[in-house]
């Protein structure tokens, strides 16, 4: 089976994983959207709050220009929450900084909320919907700020030398002699990009939104990347009965 | 080693990820919304989004964006 996002999983019963493997390949967000509707009908299509906004922000005039401002203080508001909760791991910048982080993020985040009207089909209340883009413009944001002065390293047998490091997951599997084994499948079970990622982001812990910047690509092309990548080494040491098969592999012989 | 000695080794089970079926970072993105009020409602979001849980297993940006999602919307309720 071909590496893939999409998990085939075929003996019966196996819901909800077989459903969830038809309803991707038929559609996935409107589909499982409409049984979500169908199972709980208290939603935000028929909620007053959401057509308010809809409404006004497609209005003309003093109106929209006003539903624009209250939306940009929304904006706002979560962009600084995201702030408020990372805060710790941020200490070493300025609060004034952060503040230009929140606006920017805010700033940004109206505008996609703006230009996705027409994507917002009421699964949710609207505040919901267009708050995640603001913490994912402020999330963004402050993963990349905190990682600003440290370095990555990609060379793919970099985490070699990582393996004294403190708490890390190196650690972790060398006490348990593991990391042997692990090393062996991504040297004979991935390639030069995979290892590049995955040594980043499941053994350095570097976040994806940074990698993401120092390789320009995305957080979806990394993360499709990296499941590739896990997938193969999971059924690598799965062969050495090291570890549990990939779900849509067990009972497969070896 | 066995299967048995190493099932259990939650660092290797961080570093290999999530076994089931699980849905991309987009699609995260587009359902986020939708399965955080399914959670507070105490609905099954679970069942509705099959494999946005697994992802958010895997994916650590996704997850710490549904735990902001999640923390605002409470924040907002209360």
């Not at chain 1, 905190?146 to 047998?157: G, H, K, S």
């Amino acid at each position: 089976m071909a590496d893939s996002a999409a998990i085939a999983v075929a003996a019966p019963p196996a819901r909800p994983s077989e459903r969830a493997e038809r309803i991707e390949r038929e559609g996935y967000a409107r589909r499982v959207t409409d049984r979500a509707l169908e199972a709980d009908p208290v939603r935000a299509r028929t909620e007053p709050d959401s057509r308010w906004w809809l409404t006004v922000l497609r209005a003309d005039g003093p109106e929209r220009e006003e539903a624009i401002a209250r939306l940009h203080e929304l904006m706002l508001r979560a962009a600084r929450f995201e702030v408020g909760r990372r805060r710790a791991a941020l200490s070493h910048v300025r609060g004034d900084e952060l503040d230009d982080v929140a606006m920017q993020a805010a700033d940004d985040a109206l505008m996609a909320v703006l230009s996705k009207l027409d994507h917002f089909r009421g699964e949710s209340r609207f505040t919901t919907w267009a708050y995640k883009f603001a913490l994912l413009e402020a999330g963004v944001r402050l993963r990349r700020r905190a990682w600003q002065e440290r370095e990555v390293v990609l060379e793919p047998d970099a985490w070699i030398e990582f393996g004294d490091r403190d708490g890390s997951v190196h650690a972790e599997l060398e006490s348990s002699e593991l990391l042997g084994h692990l090393k062996a499948a991504i040297d004979s079970s991935l390639t030069a990009h995979q290892r590049r990622v995955f040594v980043a982001l499941a053994l350095n812990d570097v976040p994806i939104d940074v990698l993401s910047e120092r390789l320009g690509t995305t957080r979806g092309a990394l993360y499709k990347t990296l499941h590739d990548a896990r997938r193969k080494l999971r059924a690598e040491l799965a062969a050495n009965g090291l570890v549990e098969p990939n779900s849509d592999e067990k009972g497969r012989s070896r | 080693m066995s299967v048995s000695d190493h099932r259990h080794d939650e660092g290797l089970e961080r570093v290999l990820g999530p076994t089931g079926f699980e849905i991309t970072c987009e699609q995260c993105f587009e359902l986020l919304d939708q399965y955080v009020e399914l959670e507070l409602a105490g609905a099954d979001a679970d069942a509705h989004l099959p494999g946005l849980r697994t992802h958010l297993d895997g994916c650590p940006a996704c997850r710490e964006d549904h735990e902001s999602l999640r923390a605002l919307v409470i924040a907002d309720q209360g």
